[in-house]
């Protein structure tokens, strides 16, 4: 028996600062995709917390309870189909999925990816991880995604990211609580005006949400944007989002290794995922999918 339950995340407000420190360049990108045995099938596991709804950033606000999931998951470029969503709900040890709700830099078309398929996937027993791909640090190489935060303008902007994320998750049958994780694509470090730029971009996403009644979160690469965001939550900035996603593939399958500047105190309470293998060709009931390996214990939709 699968059984979810609801918990809040206290969010703090207080003056934005960043300190950031020069540390080695990301590591190179990651390698093509390659056939990997399944994982075996295990029940997933869940976990219920609950704790007191903290302000939000609109005076006199207060954000709404946000679910937790604690276990495997997976994301891959497109939604989909929902025979395949069944049949690896039934045969795969996966319990959550994350999938491309916006953005005006997503790497795959949504064709599959409706309200209807939203509500059918969740029917079946599945819990989300909602991205949004937008614009990308001012100093990324990354060629398939051109377009670039201003640091001038990056708390406007990240604001406007999350506008445009939460209309497409209200569109996508997703209320209030639910968050959504902002993709940050790997960049080098070191460049304190970009890694300024990036956590500003952070801060205005998270402000937004929390507006509108989402949560927010944030997925990078452990050595770039994770980095970054942990050096600004030392130094004070706020606010942060409620959660991170962080990406080093060690396939080690849990929230604590791997974990890099995070380690040990920040994002401890139910607010981490671990995409700890990327790239895998896995099939489930003849269905097969190229996907990355994630662990959660952190917020879902």
């Excluded at 600062?17 to 390659?34: D, I, K, Q």
């Excluded at 993709?183 to 998270?206: H, K, L, M, N």
């Amino acid at each position: 028996m699968r059984s979810l339950g609801t918990a809040a995340l206290a969010v703090a407000t207080s003056v934005l600062l960043l300190a950031t420190a020069g540390v080695p360049a990301a590591s190179a990108a990651p390698p093509p995709a390659a056939s990997a045995a399944p994982l075996p099938a295990a029940p997933r596991l869940t976990r219920t917390v609950l704790a007191d709804p903290a302000a939000g950033p609109a005076a006199g606000g207060r954000l709404p309870a946000g679910e937790l999931y604690q276990g495997p998951g997976f994301d891959a470029c497109t939604a989909p189909p929902l025979p395949t969503m069944q049949t690896w709900w039934d045969d795969s040890p996966y319990g959550a999925v994350g999938i491309y709700v916006s953005g005006s830099q997503r790497g795959c078309t949504q064709s599959r990816l409706t309200a209807d398929w939203v509500a059918q996937s969740r029917e079946m027993g599945w819990r989300f991880v909602p991205t949004h791909v937008g614009l990308q640090a001012p100093c990324s190489t990354n060629g398939s995604k051109p377009r670039h935060i201003d640091p001038a303008r990056a708390v406007a902007q990240g604001q406007q990211e999350a506008a445009e994320a939460v209309v497409a998750m209200r569109a996508l049958g997703f209320g209030d609580g639910s968050p959504v994780y902002l993709d940050i694509e790997a960049y080098p470090r070191g460049d304190s005006r970009c890694s300024q730029a990036v956590t500003d971009f952070a801060v205005g996403w998270t402000q937004a949400l929390h507006a509108a009644g989402h949560l927010a979160g944030f997925y990078s690469s452990a050595e770039s944007g994770i980095a970054d965001l942990a050096a600004a939550a030392r130094a004070g900035s706020s606010p942060l989002p409620d959660a991170v996603w962080y990406a080093r593939w060690d396939d080690h399958a849990n929230t604590t290794d791997g974990a890099g500047a995070l380690n040990p105190e920040l994002w401890t309470d139910h607010g981490r995922i671990h995409q700890h293998r990327g790239n895998v060709q896995e099939s489930y009931g003849g269905n097969a999918l190229t996907v990355d390996r994630d662990e959660l214990d952190s917020l879902v939709g």
